[in-house]
């Protein structure tokens, strides 16, 4: 497969730093990689209004100018494009408006070559990403874990609540939902606030008194003693 890749920056040596990666990177998996430097988020529109579409969008939010990436981010959303996007910048202060328009990581530059490396194999989870797999009244179900938004236990029933909106139900449990949550818990991306839910933090919007709200509109509990640690791990995710 041919990954098209787009890295928006003013910042030539930035720019060159992340082609050089990925093209070693996808040379590693026997894959090709084209990157397209572009300088601002104007040239990244002009290219979509061209025709070009990417695999992966990454896109500097420069420190004289950071809306400017925002606004190109919340453009490709409202057109409909829906590959990965991810933000570089030099400060945290915009990662949370970077995740409210789907981006599916916030690299604070200077950033170690693993952190790209760590973006890079979640950008290809289609081709390359875990999965698990769920037995339903329909047969088994492999679900990768970028699909999953939630997963929430009732009566000895797991319901892996997809980021699509479909509810995948599994039969009664032999073993203890701790035990099906192990594999996604060793995932970064994954924490169990409560006893009976695991979260996706990536696709997590809020974090409130009592509640941890997904983008769904759904609303996880958090009980009062676990409230610290939730936060905590929320802010790492975001901030890493």
Not at 106 to 131: C, K, S
Request: proline letters at 6%.
């Amino acid at each position: 497969m041919i990954f098209h890749i787009a890295v928006c920056s003013p910042d030539a040596v930035l720019r060159g730093r992340v082609q050089r990666h990925c093209l070693e990177y996808y040379a590693r998996r026997a894959d090709a990689c084209i990157v397209e430097q572009l300088e601002d988020a104007g040239a990244l529109l002009r290219k979509e209004d061209a025709g070009s579409r990417f695999e992966l969008y990454l896109i500097e939010l420069t420190a004289a100018n950071p809306a400017a990436g925002l606004q190109a981010a919340a453009q490709l959303r409202q057109r409909g494009v829906r590959a990965p996007l991810a933000f570089l910048a030099h400060t945290p202060a915009y990662a949370y408006e970077a995740f409210r328009v789907d981006a599916m990581q916030y690299l604070q530059i200077p950033f170690r070559p693993e952190q790209l490396t760590a973006l890079l194999d979640r950008a290809t989870e289609p081709e390359y990403g875990p999965v698990i797999p769920v037995t339903t009244a329909t047969g088994l179900r492999a679900l990768p874990f970028a699909d999953i938004e939630y997963l929430e236990c009732t009566h000895h029933v797991v319901h892996f609540h997809l980021l699509s909106g479909e509810d995948v139900v599994s039969l009664s449990l032999r073993v203890s939902f701790a035990e099906v949550a192990k594999p996604l818990l060793e995932d970064g991306r994954f924490l169990q606030p409560h006893r009976s839910y695991v979260v996706n933090l990536a696709a997590a919007s809020q974090l409130s008194v009592g509640e941890l709200w997904m983008r769904s509109g759904a609303r996880v509990p958090i009980p009062r003693g676990r409230e610290a640690a939730v936060r905590a791990a929320f802010r790492k995710f975001l901030e890493r």
